[in-house]
Each structure stands twice: as C-alpha cells, then as structure tokens.
C-alpha cells in the first residue's frame, strides 16, 4: 500500500505563490513516478505536472509550463509544486498521485497512476 497526502493548498490572490507538498509513505512499493492533477467544478481532472524518480525527469502541461516547478526530495519521497504567477484559471482541487508499476501509459494520463491523495483545494481570487 501507499498513502499519498497533499498539503499546502489555501486561497490566494491572482499573481500570488503557492508552493503544494505531496508525501508517499509506502515500505514496500518503488516510486517510478509522483504526479499533480487538478480537477474545478464540472470539468475533467487534468494533468498539471509530473517528475520521474530514477531520472529526475519533469513534465508540464503547456497551461502551467513557465509558471510552475515541480521538484522532488527522493529520500523522504515528497514532491514538491511551486505555483508562482497564479490566476483564477489555476483554480480547483489539487491532486498529488503516484504511478508504482511501469506502464506504456503516457505519464500524463491518470490511469498511469496507482495512488492518489484526498487533494488539496487551491482558490485563486482576481
């Protein structure tokens, strides 16, 4: 099993900061990849952000690339957002995910992920 618990989320000004923790505990499971969705009322959940473990890769979608920066800390299996720049578009529940088991699922695709958080509420206000 893995637990996966996002913090950091509040409400915020349009041009504000925010900086979201995401911890997986797990003893027995490999992290491969640590992920950040976000879903707003009535729309599908998207793909926000994602790092590898092993490679240290990072992935963006085009409408946080720039303004966001995910990094990650391998030894206490944490992942880190760091929202700069925030607009009201950038609302909704945040959603920290851990993909466990290698698959040919593009790492942008939730079903790519094995375990979720409860997610994190961001608010940006104009």
């Known amino acids: 099993q893995v637990q996966v618990q996002e913090s950091g989320g509040g409400l915020v000004q349009a041009g504000d900061s925010l900086k979201l923790s995401c911890a997986a505990s797990?003893?027995?499971?490999?992290?491969?990849?640590m992920g950040w969705f976000r879903q707003a009322p009535g729309r599908e959940r998207e793909f926000v952000a994602a790092?590898?473990?092993?490679?240290?890769?990072?992935y963006y979608s085009d409408s946080v690339k720039g303004r966001f920066t995910i990094t990650r800390d391998n030894a206490k299996n944490t992942v880190y957002l760091q929202m700069n720049n925030l607009n009201p578009e950038d609302s909704g529940a945040y959603y920290c995910?851990?993909?466990?088991?290698?698959?040919?699922?593009?790492?942008?695709?939730?079903?790519?992920?094995?375990?979720w958080g409860q997610g994190t509420q961001v608010t940006v206000s104009s």
């Open positions: 995910a851990a993909q466990t088991v290698y698959s040919s699922i593009r790492i942008s695709q939730p079903a790519n992920y094995d375990y």
């Open positions: 797990t003893r027995t499971f490999r992290i491969i990849t």
């Open positions: 790092a590898t473990w092993s490679g240290g890769n990072t």
